[in-house]
């Protein structure tokens, strides 16, 4: 199984477990992207190593805006996807199988945790994992330790307040807050 064929298992929901390759292959680059995410962690990196080393743990280029404050942790790194002028901020946690796909603009706050990942309730299969991709649009801004769940979609503009935990999409142009994260208000546009 190559890369793709991986991304392309993961993207289309396929329960995970059920394919030892893919297992195999998915722990293969969680490897690469604990080494990968141990060099930015570790030493201090200029802006534009910052943004090689991303595109590295990705797969693909970075745009030179990109802007990350370490520690920033993933569990596989290969399915994220920046758009432009994205800024990560310290302590960030994404388990990104699923997919996650960050708009231009986005700010994303400390300790933001991006989870694509659900495991199975039924006790015999719980080692089974299912992914969901989230999907953050352009300006969205997350604030710190919010936790964004697998197959959620936050609109463009949409602000997530700090702490929230988001289990279902997000409109655009809205704030939402609270556990679960509910409507706050409406941005005016």
Known sequence: MTLQELLVYFNENKTIGENKEAVDMMRHYSREAQKITMQINTVFHEPEEMVKLFSE??????????????????????????????FINAGCKFQDQGGICIGDGALIGHGVVLATLNHDLDTEKRQQLHPGAIHIGKNVWIGSNAVICAGVTIGDNAVVAAGAVVVKNVEANTVVGGVPAKLIKRIPV
């Open 57 to 86: 743990l990705t797969g693909k280029e970075v745009d030179p805006s990109f802007r990350l404050f370490p520690p920033f942790y993933t569990d596989f790194g290969k399915n994220i996807t920046l758009g432009k002028n994205v």
